[in-house]
Nanobody, 118 residues
């Protein structure tokens, strides 16, 4: 019912910036919460940022507050993650996800690798 495709991952130096994009399909996109998760090797997948169906202020995990910004454009069925002042510990696979109103996180992108290294 929905397909999510991430783009924008890659290699960046510490202190640098990177923007991830997630393109969604389906007419119900604007009714879903959207989120970004990340998973480092040997770690659990964790929710980093989320945003409500209508956009506005996002919610953030403490480690990324003040550095990452989530936003969405429902007219384009897209969600973004602006990452600033990247640190080595931010290295992970980043996943875009969607949460319908009455369930949990149900739809996932394929993941995109972000590597922060000098």
């Amino acid at each position: 019912q929905v397909q999510l495709v991430e783009s924008g991952g890659g290699l960046v130096q510490p202190g640098g910036s990177l923007t991830l994009s997630c393109a969604g399909s389906g007419r119900a996109f604007s009714s879903y919460f959207m989120g970004w998760f990340r998973q480092a090797p040997a770690n659990d997948r964790e929710l980093i940022a989320s945003i409500g169906p209508s956009g506005g202020a996002g919610s953030y995990e403490d480690s990324v507050k003040g550095r990452f910004t989530i936003s969405r454009d429902n007219a384009k069925n897209e969600v973004y993650l602006q990452m600033n002042n990247l640190r080595t510990v931010d290295t992970a696979v980043y996943y875009c996800a969607a949460r319908p109103p009455t369930t949990g996180w149900s739809f996932w992108g394929q993941g995109t690798q972000v590597t922060v290294s000098s």
